[in-house]
């Protein structure tokens, strides 16, 4: 699909997937004006498709593209984009009956197509949507993640893009990514830009902290990516009797609860991994194991992908049928 000022979004039409062919000077190659979606479509047992919220992915890019000086792209049309395409690869989407986890990863991305060098909003815009077969996060059973605490770098300061699904962001995330994997880490953990202290998020995932009251904390919004997944627990620990405190939760914090015992459980969560638990922490001069209790979030999880592959009922209304 594509928008210019005259026409507004307009050229909606679905492709064999191939390269694009881009002239030097587009704007995205530049300025990196572009934001970007991830979500899945699942195959249910009787072989419907489904997706997760899409609403909530369309919301979150219509945030993005005001972040970003795009266009708004209605709620209605991102969803038809998408379900256009799900249809057409339906095929695509994988057969779960044997309790796995695949699914078909959706791309949903808007970029400044514009073929002009200057700093300005693009006055062409381009929306697409690819997808690709997903298999299972986890294979032979879901493990915790390692986590490397980034010292050095922020993602995200107040006033800038963290609460925006954009390239720019996984830019500057890179060479902290980096340095989690030289330590043998499998993702970095990102704290504030302001005080160099307050919990915000991984690299691709949003954390939560079980605490031995029961309640669960999450870092605040603002930001940090306002993840579907982060905002579904939300929810669904509600329904298990957890209150979740959204706010600011210190480095500090997190050493403390876990030495002390007050923090049982930690787990990361997002579009990918849904839930997994949060194994050891490591940083410059030290290093703390994560908790040993997953309880609470593998049944967390089990609720979620129960919903998402259609095993449990949708009480919350989350499941969008496409086919
Ligand atoms: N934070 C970041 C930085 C991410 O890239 C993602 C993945 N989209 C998330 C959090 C989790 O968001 P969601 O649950 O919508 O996948």
């Given amino acids: 699909v594509e928008w210019t000022p005259e026409l507004g979004w307009h050229d909606a039409r679905i492709t064999p997937y191939g390269p694009l062919t ?73 057969d779960n009956t044997d309790g796995g986890e695949k699914s078909l990863y959706l791309r949903p991305f808007m970029f400044a197509s514009e073929t002009f060098l200057g700093v300005r909003p693009a006055q062409h815009v381009t929306f697409m949507v690819i997808a690709s077969p997903a298999g299972a996060y986890f294979k032979g059973g879901v493990k915790p993640v390692t986590l490397w605490l980034s010292e050095e770098y922020t993602r995200a300061g107040r006033g800038g893009m963290g609460a925006a699904k954009t390239g720019g962001n996984y830019a500057s995330s890179l060479v ?47 930001t940090i990516l306002e993840g579907i997944t982060r905002a579904s627990i939300i929810e669904l620990a509600g329904k298990l009797a957890h209150q979740v405190e959204e706010r600011k939760f210190s480095i500090d914090e997190w050493r403390e609860g876990v030495t002390n015992g007050s923090i049982t459980e930690i787990f990361a969560c997002g579009t990918a991994a849904v839930v997994t638990p949060v194994g050891s922490l490591k940083w410059k001069d030290g290093q703390l194991p994560g908790p040993a209790s997953t309880e609470l979030t593998m049944r967390i999880r089990s609720a979620l992908v129960d919903i998402q592959f259609g095993r449990a009922d949708d009480t919350f209304g989350w499941m969008h049928q496409v086919s």
């Fill in 176 to 222: 902290a990514q980096q340095e989690a994997i030289a330590q043998g880490c499998d993702q970095v953990v990102f704290l504030d830009a302001q005080e160099g202290k307050y919990v915000e998020e991984l690299g691709g995932m949003n954390l939560y902290f079980v605490q031995d009251d029961g309640r669960i904390v999450t870092p605040e919004t603002g």
């Fill in 22 to 94: 881009l002239d030097p000077a587009t704007a995205v190659l530049h300025y990196a004006q572009e934001t970007f979606e991830g979500m899945k479509a699942y195959r249910h047992g009787d072989g419907s498709v489904h997706l997760f919220r899409p609403e909530e992915n369309a919301k979150r890019m219509i945030r993005s593209s005001q972040r970003l000086a795009f266009p708004e792209l209605p709620v209605g049309d991102f969803i038809a984009a998408v379900e256009a395409l799900v249809k057409v690869d339906e095929r695509w989407v994988p």
